[in-house]
């Protein structure tokens, strides 16, 4: 079981960046991650195998969009009006032990090596 994570960068505040999870081998409910330098790791959003279900930090409601295609294995975190503060380096992780749904507190047993996202101008 692989998670490759893509699309981070440099961007300025009220801009807009896609993140990308490559899954190989498998469908699972899929969460992003985030971690900035001397805070805890923060659940970002998750969704479930099939799309259907999607959850949100109160932190990102309104802002950031999770979606999936599985015909590509790929989960996308669409982030929108970003803020200084959104500044970390984000994970994808898969959850092999929910069928349906998804939850940020979830057993998350695979991650991704992260991508780093700086929000400055």
């Known amino acids: 079981s692989q998670l490759v994570e893509s699309g981070g960068g440099l961007v300025q505040p009220g801009g807009s960046l896609r993140l990308s999870c490559a899954a190989s081998?498998?469908?699972?409910?899929i969460g992003w991650f985030r971690q900035a330098p001397g805070k805890e790791r923060e659940g970002v959003s998750c969704?479930?195998?099939?799309?259907?279900?999607?959850n949100y930090a109160d932190s990102v409601k309104g802002r950031f969009t999770i979606s999936r295609d599985n015909a590509k294995n790929t989960v996308y975190l669409q982030m929108n009006s970003l803020k200084p503060e959104d500044t970390a380096v984000y994970y994808c992780a898969a959850d092999p032990t929910r069928a349906t749904g998804c939850i940020l507190e979830g057993s998350y047993a695979y991650w991704g090596q992260g991508t780093q996202v700086t929000v400055s101008s």
């Open positions: 081998g498998f469908t699972l409910a």
């Open positions: 969704i479930d195998r099939f799309g259907g279900s999607t």
